[in-house]
């Protein structure tokens, strides 16, 4: 199935939107979705990127149940089996896209820490060079720079040493050195210079996010009429929410136009305030995402994250010999079900958080995001438990959670695509 230019996927439930489609196949050709829809009505001949085949041609899969969703796309990760992005290499880079496309991630932006300008220049080296040769596993879309410029006050496991007020010569000599790869930035406002910076950003087409702040609530909502138009980690790694001094979040949650991301493990924030929010931004203005470190797919133990020290017990990260959160071992996968099993969402609804919403927010969600035809072939299939069974990325099997079980099932088509259809079916101030 991985060297095929041309399939057809039956027997799952195909996500469309805030629905499921029950009796539906999806075929894909050239990497590209090439039909969504009942397979009587199946053309005869399809096309995707620019490759025609007849229907007869299509490697047929039968999934035996579970739900085809976009693939989700991670706009906040900095590391995962054993690698970080600050290990500024592209094997480190790999391995980290590997680790995640086993949970379904098909895009992801690689995320520092803070760190001086010199070590963000190796790590977009290492993005160059990565990008530059056949990438395994997710797709790298650029980088998200967390840091340096956040406020001291707030930086939970930023390491504090590193810490600058905004400097916009260094932030456009790496933007004019790597063009179009810095995608994302965080950013304390309140930061004597913080102005300058974003509005440079926004004008350059960065998303520039509100994260690691102490600013005031008059003071966001005026940031947010600079350029900012996201909230990194919300309720993580700002001021809390008071009746009479609402700061960062009661800004985030009165403006319209912000979006919001969360960390869904259970330790950054309550199901309660994660339901608010989604409650409050709508299903187009939140978004899931793992922050999720080195320790990530591994076992419970001491790691790096920025040059501190970081105990993993029970999964969730801290600062060694504190209780400040340092990032997360959270992956997409568990991140939806959290949302559908905790919080109550539905399916569907969970899905969005991770997949078109991002999309839309990147500015990719004309080939992304949705399982639509022309979009990439890029998805994960579901069981019923919420687990990933399969991952596939611009058409081609990145993940495969099934072995020889899943590729017993598949078969040529040639007979049966001809004939009918068979029957288918405690929140804590932290990182």
């Known amino acids: 199935m991985s060297e095929a230019t041309a399939w057809l996927l039956r027997g799952a439930r195909i996500h469309q939107g805030t629905q499921w489609a029950d009796e539906a196949v999806l075929a894909a050709v050239g990497g590209r979705i090439a039909y969504v829809g009942?397979?009587?009505?199946?053309?005869?001949?399809?096309?995707?990127?620019?490759?025609?085949?007849?229907?007869?041609?299509?490697?047929?899969?039968?999934?035996?149940?579970?739900?085809?969703?976009?693939?989700?796309?991670?706009?906040?990760?900095?590391?995962?089996?054993?690698?970080?992005?600050?290990?500024?290499?592209?094997?480190?880079?790999?391995?980290?896209?590997?680790?995640?496309?086993?949970?379904g991630t098909v895009a992801f932006l690689p995320t520092t820490v803070t760190a001086p300008y010199e070590q963000l220049h190796r790590v977009l080296e290492a993005v160059e060079e990565t990008a530059g040769a056949r990438e395994e596993g997710a797709e790298l879309l650029?980088?998200?720079?967390?840091?340096?410029?956040?406020?001291?006050?707030?930086?939970?496991?930023?390491?504090?040493?590193?810490?600058?007020?905004?400097?916009?010569?260094?932030?456009?000599?790496?933007?004019?050195?790597?063009?179009?790869?810095?995608?994302?930035?965080t950013v304390a406002p309140e930061l004597e210079g913080a102005r300058e910076l974003i509005q440079y950003?926004?004008?350059?087409?960065?998303?520039?996010?509100?994260?690691?702040?102490?600013?005031?609530?008059?003071?966001?909502?005026?940031?947010?009429?600079w350029g900012i138009s996201h909230a990194?980690?919300?309720?993580?790694?700002?001021?809390?929410?008071?009746?009479?001094?609402?700061?960062?979040?009661?800004?985030?949650?009165?403006?319209?136009?912000?979006?919001?991301?969360?960390?869904?493990?259970?330790?950054?924030?309550?199901?309660?305030?994660?339901?608010?929010?989604?409650?409050?931004?709508?299903p187009d203005r939140l978004l899931l995402v793992t922050d999720a470190m080195r320790a990530t797919d591994l076992p419970d133990g001491r790691y790096d994250l920025g040059g501190l020290e970081v105990d993993v017990v029970g999964g969730a990260a801290r600062l060694a010999g504190q209780e400040t959160l340092a990032g997360s071992t959270l992956t997409l996968e568990r991140?939806?079900?959290?949302?559908?099993?905790?919080?109550?969402?539905?399916?569907?609804?969970?899905?969005?958080?991770?997949?078109?919403?991002?999309?839309?927010?990147?500015?990719?969600?004309?080939?992304?995001?949705?399982?639509e035809?022309?979009?990439?072939?890029?998805?994960?299939?579901?069981?019923?438990?919420?687990?990933?069974?399969?991952?596939l990325r611009q058409g081609e099997l990145i993940y495969d959670g099934q072995g020889d079980e899943f590729e017993d099932a598949a078969h040529g088509g040639a007979g049966a695509l001809d004939g009918e259809p068979s029957e288918m079916l405690d929140h804590e101030e932290a990182y």
């Not at 490697?59 to 590391?79: A, M, N, Q, R, S």
């Not at 600050?86 to 480190?92: F, I, L, R, T, V």
């Not at 979040?249 to 339901?275: K, N």
């Not at 035809?373 to 991952?391: H, M, P, Q």
């Open 201 to 225: 950003l926004r004008e350059a087409g960065v998303v520039v996010s509100i994260g690691h702040s102490d600013a005031t609530y008059e003071q966001a909502m005026v940031a947010f009429q």
């Open 232 to 282: 990194t980690h919300t309720f993580n790694g700002m001021n809390p929410l008071h009746h009479r001094a609402p700061g960062v979040p009661g800004a985030v949650l009165t403006a319209p136009g912000v979006s919001a991301e969360i960390i869904a493990d259970g330790f950054h924030i309550h199901p309660g305030v994660a339901r608010l929010l989604w409650q409050v931004k709508g």
């Open 142 to 185: 650029g980088v998200h720079l967390e840091g340096p410029h956040l406020n001291p006050a707030r930086a939970g496991a930023q390491n504090p040493e590193f810490l600058t007020p905004p400097s916009l010569p260094e932030m456009q000599a790496l933007l004019e050195r790597f063009p179009g790869r810095v995608r994302w930035v």
């Open 373 to 391: 035809v022309g979009k990439d072939a890029s998805l994960v299939l579901l069981d019923d438990a919420l687990r990933v069974r399969l991952t």
């Open 38 to 103: 009942d397979l009587r009505k199946l053309p005869r001949r399809l096309e995707g990127a620019g490759v025609e085949v007849g229907r007869q041609s299509l490697e047929e899969i039968h999934t035996e149940g579970g739900y085809l969703c976009p693939g989700f796309i991670d706009v906040h990760l900095h590391g995962g089996g054993g690698a970080d992005v600050m290990d500024a290499s592209p094997g480190a880079l790999s391995q980290l896209a590997r680790t995640h496309a086993r949970h």
């Open 335 to 371: 991140a939806v079900a959290w949302m559908v099993e905790a919080v109550g969402l539905s399916l569907a609804e969970a899905v969005q958080l991770a997949s078109l919403n991002p999309a839309r927010r990147l500015g990719v969600a004309h080939r992304l995001g949705s399982l």
